[in-house]
């Protein structure tokens, strides 16, 4: 049954293979189809390019008839011969992350799938051109190496394509042997040794002997690991093709960018290297845009002792002989500027020239390479790429792909054969619980929780144990009561402070054995014996003397008691202490007990110093209980935000979301889809609302609670509601227009009353504002009466209508009828 499982999953994975193959192979010739005149065609000046080269090459072949075939006019995807050099189009882009070498090799390492070459020890006959693998996202060595070569000469390098022989390794674009970047392993053992060195050194005395017997035996130890590790290196590394396999990768020399020194890129991953690395083999030959340069030195011993000075013949033969070359044209531009600033230029300086050249090279041939943001951003081929490096293996997704935001997955396994996990490390973006990392240790249990500064409860770390309860977190110094570090598990918590103004910097907390943390209750009762012991440290008060600076106070609740330790003196190696017994309380049978002396032990460092009396020690007594309270209180709310944060955390986990980001491509056109959602619903509620406005009915159905068809009884009590309702109107208008006129007749009243009295006494203003006034009052009554008049003529009517238009509304038509 197995063997007839595995037989019918190889062949479904053929047929996707083979349908994959197809579809890319339709999509390739729709886009050959429809490619410019340039890919199909050679212009004049090809022609006789490729004559020239042509030339050169049986030249080459005559002269040295054992070296390898060189790469000069491979086919491209229209089978037209192209030169290699017309290939490369410098190419600038705006996006920042294409500015630098290391932005242009990670994104062309990332973007492209390899196609391996066939055979592995022959150049290629057929290279497709950068626009065409940049819409396929497949790509040999040199067609990456091609297109990595122009957005390097658009961004101002010296770069050249690099045609030669590499190790099995890099050609395979196989990392199976080396160690994942992402696993700084350096840097975890130099934190360890300063987390060691920052240990108190102990008092224990050992043997110098021992400790050097113990030191050979670690040394030995890692040489055996390390000759393990070169055996199985060569054992996985012997190739029968070693030195014979062809690669292509970019040689960028100093001069331009301020590049000190010259170095190899790999385009396959976007790694630098040194020229003298020992993973290049050896070179045939180089080129840019400008021209095509032949090695003719030796590399048996491979690239270390080799020269990169194109200029000199002897080294590096060009195939265009005295052409333009990139550091002839820096001169030239140098040259320029200098004779534009003396301003010396003569008629017959302009004439006298350089030299002429040979041949002038052809422009490139191929259209504008183009990237676009979205390309960016997706970055991997389907936006999902897995490496598989030694016991690690990497994969990497496009923003937005996953639901959860992840990015970025490391996953660490414990031997070679990536058989059984380690850890697993996952980095995540827009996520709206602001979780940046997460990392499982799974041989330990532990998970790390890494949040970015700005979310609830100002948490940045969440270290965790599933199998118990263990809980470690770091809080940013937003955090109200200035908490740092709190570390809590199953019978104790601790806390740590920065920056706080009564000086504490440290606080732990001791809880019932027989008790679970979740069965603490929210509010601590100092009464109760759920804690058992917290412990305070603060740091130096200097606005107090030592011995009356606490520096720890430790409340034993159960065994109610107080010990106070104080600072230390300058001219002192002991603290004062003190010890307090709290008095028993009150209770129904016995009333509190009184404080004594004897409830008070010290231990006073200066003897000359008068001890404090039985008052003060009381004072003393009242305020560490006060304490005592104070930090009960504390520790309830420590344990309540505790609780809360686990909470959060679940909730969180169940409903994660991303928030769009108007920067990203995907984002923005989310973002365009939700608020054209938006708007429609926003639409279809307002055409809604229209339609119950306009609806007479409606608060009747509403009242009623049915939205649907209505029964018998029902259609007659909403129609009697609604005449019943109409008519109370059309009173209530009657009504208010009645109060208005009787409101306007009153005024003119007491306006006529208040003129009888005074008309003797008014000035002629006075009586002509009297005089406008009732006009005024007058007009008003007059309109006031028209309208009611008007009213009670149009309420009849109005009624009726009304009362037609109920019977024919179709859902009360049935029924009324009836």
């Given at each position: 049954m197995?063997?007839?499982?595995?037989?019918?999953?190889?062949?479904?994975?053929?047929?996707?293979?083979?349908?994959?193959?197809?579809?890319?192979?339709?999509?390739?010739?729709?886009?050959?189809?429809?490619?410019?005149?340039?890919?199909?065609?050679?212009?004049?000046?090809?022609?006789?390019?490729?004559?020239?080269?042509?030339?050169?090459?049986?030249?080459?072949?005559?002269?040295?008839?054992?070296?390898?075939?060189?790469?000069?006019?491979?086919v491209?995807?229209?089978?037209?011969?192209?030169?290699?050099?017309?290939?490369?189009?410098?190419?600038?882009?705006?996006?920042?992350?294409?500015?630098?070498?290391?932005?242009?090799a990670?994104?062309?390492a990332?973007?492209?799938?390899?196609?391996?070459?066939?055979?592995?020890?022959?150049?290629?006959?057929?290279?497709?051109?950068?626009?065409?693998?940049?819409?396929?996202?497949?790509?040999?060595?040199?067609?990456?190496?091609?297109?990595?070569?122009?957005?390097?000469?658009?961004?101002?390098y010296?770069?050249?394509?690099?045609?030669g022989y590499?190790?099995?390794?890099?050609?395979?674009?196989?990392?199976?042997?080396?160690?994942?970047?992402?696993?700084?392993?350096?840097?975890?053992?130099?934190?360890?040794?300063?987390?060691?060195?920052?240990?108190?050194?102990?008092?224990?005395?050992?043997?110098?002997?021992?400790i050097?017997?113990?030191?050979?035996?670690?040394?030995?130890?890692?040489?055996?690991?390390?000759?393990?590790?070169?055996?199985?290196?060569?054992q996985?590394?012997?190739?029968?093709?070693?030195?014979?396999?062809?690669?292509?990768?970019?040689?960028?020399?100093?001069?331009?960018?301020?590049?000190?020194?010259?170095?190899?890129?790999?385009?396959?991953?976007?790694?630098?290297?040194?020229?003298?690395?020992?993973?290049?083999?050896?070179?045939?030959?180089?080129?840019?845009?400008?021209?095509?340069?032949?090695?003719?030195?030796?590399?048996?011993?491979?690239?270390?002792?080799?020269?990169?000075?194109?200029?000199?013949?002897?080294?590096?033969?060009?195939?265009?002989?005295?052409a333009?070359?990139?550091?002839?044209?820096?001169?030239?531009?140098?040259?320029?500027?200098?004779?534009?600033?003396?301003?010396?230029?003569?008629?017959?300086?302009?004439?006298?020239?350089?030299?002429?050249?040979?041949?002038?090279?052809?422009?490139?041939?191929?259209?504008?390479?183009?990237?676009?943001?979205?390309?960016?951003?997706?970055?991997?081929?389907?936006?999902?790429?897995?490496?598989?490096?030694?016991?690690?293996?990497?994969?990497?997704?496009?923003?937005y792909?996953?639901?959860?935001?992840?990015?970025?997955?490391?996953?660490?396994?414990?031997?070679?054969?990536?058989?059984?996990?380690?850890?697993?490390?996952?980095?995540?973006?827009?996520?709206?619980?602001?979780?940046?990392?997460?990392?499982?240790?799974?041989?330990?249990?532990?998970?790390?929780?890494?949040?970015?500064?700005?979310?609830?409860?100002?948490?940045?770390?969440?270290?965790?144990?599933?199998?118990?309860?263990?809980?470690?977190m770091?809080?940013?110094?937003?955090?109200?009561?200035?908490?740092?570090?709190?570390?809590?598990s199953?019978?104790?918590?601790?806390?740590?402070?920065?920056?706080?103004?009564?000086?504490?910097?440290?606080?732990?907390?001791?809880?019932?054995?027989?008790?679970?943390?979740?069965?603490?209750?929210?509010?601590?009762?100092?009464?109760?014996?759920?804690?058992?012991?917290?412990?305070?440290?603060?740091?130096?008060?200097?606005?107090?003397?030592?011995?009356?600076?606490?520096?720890?106070?430790?409340?034993?609740v159960?065994?109610?008691?107080?010990?106070?330790?104080y600072?230390?003196?300058?001219?002192?190696?002991?603290?004062?202490?003190?010890?307090?017994?709290?008095?028993?309380?009150?209770?129904?049978?016995?009333?509190?007990?009184?404080?004594?002396?004897?409830?008070?032990?010290?231990?006073?460092?200066?003897?000359?110093?008068?001890?404090?009396?039985?008052?003060a020690?009381?004072?003393?007594?009242?305020?560490?209980?006060?304490?005592?309270?104070?930090?009960?209180?504390?520790?309830?709310?420590?344990?309540?935000?505790?609780?809360?944060?686990?909470?959060?955390?679940?909730?969180?986990?169940?409903?994660?979301?991303?928030?769009?980001?108007?920067?990203?491509?995907?984002?923005?056109?989310?973002?365009?889809?939700?608020?054209?959602e938006?708007?429609?619903?926003?639409?279809?509620?307002?055409?809604?609302?229209?339609?119950?406005?306009?609806?007479?009915?409606?608060?009747?159905?509403?009242?009623?609670g049915?939205?649907?068809?209505?029964?018998?009884?029902?259609?007659?009590?909403?129609?009697?509601?609604?005449?019943?309702?109409?008519?109370?109107?059309?009173?209530?208008?009657?009504?208010?227009?009645?109060?208005?006129?009787?409101?306007?007749?009153?005024?003119?009243?007491?306006?006529?009353?208040?003129?009888?009295?005074?008309?003797?006494?008014?000035?002629?203003?006075?009586?002509?504002?009297?005089?406008?006034?009732?006009?005024?009052?007058?007009?008003?009554?007059?309109?006031?009466?028209?309208?009611?008049?008007?009213?009670?003529?149009?309420?009849?009517?109005?009624?009726?209508?009304?009362?037609?238009?109920?019977?024919?509304?179709?859902?009360?038509?049935?029924?009324?009828?009836?």
């Amino acid at each position: 049954m197995e063997t007839v499982l595995e037989e019918w999953s190889s062949d479904t994975e053929t047929k996707r293979e083979e349908e994959e193959l197809s579809l890319r192979n339709m999509r390739v010739s729709v886009l050959v189809d429809s490619s410019p005149e340039s890919y199909r065609t050679n212009s004049p000046e090809e022609v006789r390019l490729l004559a020239i080269v042509d030339s050169f090459q049986r030249q080459y072949s005559h002269l040295y008839p054992d070296r390898t075939p060189l790469l000069l006019c491979p086919v491209n995807e229209c089978g037209v011969k192209k030169f290699v050099c017309t290939t490369l189009r410098a190419t600038p882009s705006a996006f920042p992350e294409l500015l630098s070498w290391q932005g242009c090799a990670a994104f062309v390492a990332d973007f492209l799938c390899l196609e391996l070459l066939q055979p592995p020890a022959e150049v290629p006959r057929h290279m497709s051109s950068s626009t065409l693998v940049l819409q396929t996202q497949r790509a040999t060595c040199f067609e990456s190496a091609t297109l990595l070569c122009s957005l390097l000469l658009g961004a101002h390098y010296d770069a050249y394509c690099v045609s030669g022989y590499a190790v099995k390794q890099m050609c395979l674009l196989d990392q199976s042997l080396q160690d994942c970047p992402l696993l700084d392993t350096k840097s975890e053992i130099s934190e360890q040794q300063e987390n060691e060195s920052t240990v108190s050194p102990s008092t224990e005395l050992k043997s110098r002997f021992l400790i050097q017997q113990e030191k050979k035996k670690q040394e030995a130890e890692a040489e055996l690991l390390k000759q393990k590790l070169q055996e199985e290196t060569q054992q996985q590394t012997e190739d029968p093709l070693q030195g014979l396999r062809v690669h292509c990768w970019i040689l960028v020399l100093s001069g331009s960018r301020s590049i000190q020194e010259n170095f190899f890129i790999d385009p396959l991953t976007g790694s630098s290297y040194s020229t003298s690395d020992d993973k290049f083999l050896g070179i045939e030959s180089v080129w840019n845009n400008l021209n095509y340069y032949v090695n003719m030195q030796d590399c048996s011993t491979g690239c270390a002792d080799m020269r990169f000075d194109l200029e000199d013949d002897r080294m590096w033969e060009p195939v265009l002989f005295g052409a333009t070359s990139k550091k002839q044209l820096i001169l030239d531009v140098i040259k320029k500027k200098e004779k534009t600033l003396t301003q010396k230029m003569t008629r017959d300086e302009e004439e006298e020239d350089e030299e002429p050249r040979v041949f002038k090279m052809p422009r490139a041939w191929l259209d504008h390479i183009t990237i676009s943001k979205k390309d960016l951003e997706t970055r991997w081929p389907k936006g999902h790429k897995v490496t598989q490096y030694r016991k690690a293996k990497l994969e990497k997704f496009a923003p937005y792909l996953r639901a959860d935001g992840l990015v970025t997955q490391l996953t660490t396994y414990t031997d070679s054969d990536c058989a059984e996990v380690a850890t697993v490390k996952k980095w995540f973006q827009h996520r709206s619980d602001h979780l940046e990392q997460k990392e499982l240790d799974l041989a330990h249990g532990f998970t790390t929780d890494r949040f970015r500064p700005g979310r609830s409860f100002s948490l940045l770390v969440h270290r965790y144990k599933t199998s118990e309860f263990q809980h470690d977190m770091d809080f940013s110094t937003t955090h109200v009561d200035n908490l740092v570090r709190r570390e809590v598990s199953t019978h104790q918590m601790t806390e740590v402070f920065e920056g706080r103004p009564d000086f504490l910097y440290y606080r732990h907390v001791v809880f019932d054995p027989h008790m679970q943390f979740s069965d603490t209750v929210d509010s601590v009762d100092p009464n109760d014996q759920t804690v058992q012991k917290v412990v305070e440290r603060f740091h130096r008060n200097r606005s107090k003397a030592a011995n009356e600076d606490v520096e720890e106070r430790v409340f034993l609740v159960a065994q109610r008691r107080v010990e106070v330790t104080y600072h230390l003196e300058d001219h002192r190696f002991i603290p004062s202490k003190r010890s307090f017994i709290k008095p028993e309380p009150s209770t129904e049978e016995k009333k509190e007990e009184d404080f004594v002396p004897a409830m008070v032990s010290s231990f006073q460092v200066e003897p000359s110093e008068k001890p404090p009396r039985t008052l003060a020690l009381y004072h003393m007594l009242q305020a560490l209980v006060k304490a005592e309270n104070q930090a009960l209180l504390q520790i309830s709310k420590s344990i309540k935000e505790v609780r809360d944060i686990m909470v959060c955390r679940e909730q969180e986990q169940s409903h994660i979301t991303l928030p769009y980001s108007c920067w990203t491509t995907t984002a923005a056109a989310g973002a365009r889809k939700q608020r054209e959602e938006m708007e429609n619903l926003d639409v279809e509620e307002q055409r809604w609302l229209q339609e119950k406005k306009d609806d007479i009915l409606a608060p009747h159905l509403i009242r009623l609670g049915s939205a649907g068809t209505l029964r018998a009884e029902e259609a007659r009590q909403v129609y009697r509601a609604c005449l019943a309702e109409y008519q109370e109107r059309l009173v209530e208008k009657a009504d208010l227009i009645q109060k208005r006129y009787e409101m306007e007749t009153l005024e003119l009243q007491k306006m006529q009353e208040w003129y009888q009295k005074n008309q003797l006494n008014i000035s002629d203003e006075q009586k002509k504002q009297y005089e406008n006034d009732c006009v005024e009052k007058l007009l008003q009554i007059h309109v006031a009466k028209e309208r009611l008049d008007l009213h009670k003529e149009q309420a009849h009517y109005k009624f009726k209508n009304f009362n037609q238009k109920l019977k024919q509304d179709p859902r009360l038509v049935a029924h009324l009828l009836s």
